[in-house]
């Protein structure tokens, strides 16, 4: 399937971190063989095809400010759920400002971002312990982590961008799911979904900084490099997992993403690649 799309994926040896291509009724979404195993989970990653948007956010865009057709959108929203199988009326969506700010979701919460608009702002993260609560956050470079707790049954989902990466929004996850439901790290298993990758993505200095004051000096040169224009490639996919294992979350327990975005711009949603002209992607991950 995946060869179908000429996918250019990064050489990867570990089968966990080799995403899969799924295909429903046209439209394409993708899952995480490391959240595949386990058998309480929806989850759930969209690509560009299978919607009815037109031109630089066709098709499948899942933002609803960056295109005028409201109706276009909600198509949309409804076919990428018949396909990965929840009910598009109780999706809550993140309102993603590059926090660290983490919304236990609950019942009370079902609809906001698709049905109606909620009374909150600024959130990046959700978490929940409720069966059948769709959680949605969104995407086009920036990296989706999603999180399962197989023994205290929650899950979550977070945008990491670079402000949030370096500011650790994987821990800050993990710490409401541990106040909320008691979940332990060690028990965590978590994805990194597809974003843009180190070969990618050209940061200056000042990022760079951010990343010297929070990453122990030794695992700088896994997460970047400079080059000869003043200029540094970001491993954001490092820097998640560097962040999950600081939080406790077991090596074993981490996927990386195979897929990059910006390697992948017709397939996948990239900031970078279309210099800001392009839809939303979305991560949704749900329990039975
Ligand atoms: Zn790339």
Known sequence: MSDRFKLI???????????TV????????????????????????????GGVSQG????????????????????????????IGYEPER?????????????????EDCGIGFCRSGDYDNIDGLVTNVPGIPLMTFYADCVPLLLADPVHRAIGCAHS??????????KAALEVMKREYGTEAKDVITAIGPSICQDCYEVSED???????VYHRKIWPDLFYEKQNGKFQLNLWE??????????????????????????????FSHRASRGNRGNLAAVVMLR
């Open 22 to 49: 799924h295909e429903c009724g046209g439209v394409v979404y993708l899952t995480f063989p490391i959240l595949e195993q386990l058998p309480g989970i929806v989850h759930g990653f969209s690509t560009r095809l």
């Open 239 to 268: 820097a998640c997992r560097q962040n999950f294992l600081m939080a406790g979350v077991l090596p074993e327990h981490i996927s990386l993403p195979d897929l990059c975005t910006c390697c992948n711009p017709k397939f996948l």
């Open 56 to 83: 630089d956010v066709g098709t499948m865009n899942l933002s609803f400010s960056r295109e005028s057709s409201r109706q276009n959108v909600e198509e949309n929203y409804r076919r990428l759920a018949k396909a």
């Open 161 to 170: 961008g670079w402000r949030g990466t370096a500011a650790n929004m994987g």
């Open 9 to 19: 994926r990064k050489p990867n040896n570990d089968p966990m971190n080799h995403i």
């Open 91 to 107: 999706l809550v969506c993140s309102r993603q400002t590059h926090t660290t700010n983490v919304r236990v979701v609950t019942e």
């Open 207 to 213: 990022v760079i900084d951010q990343f010297r004051e």
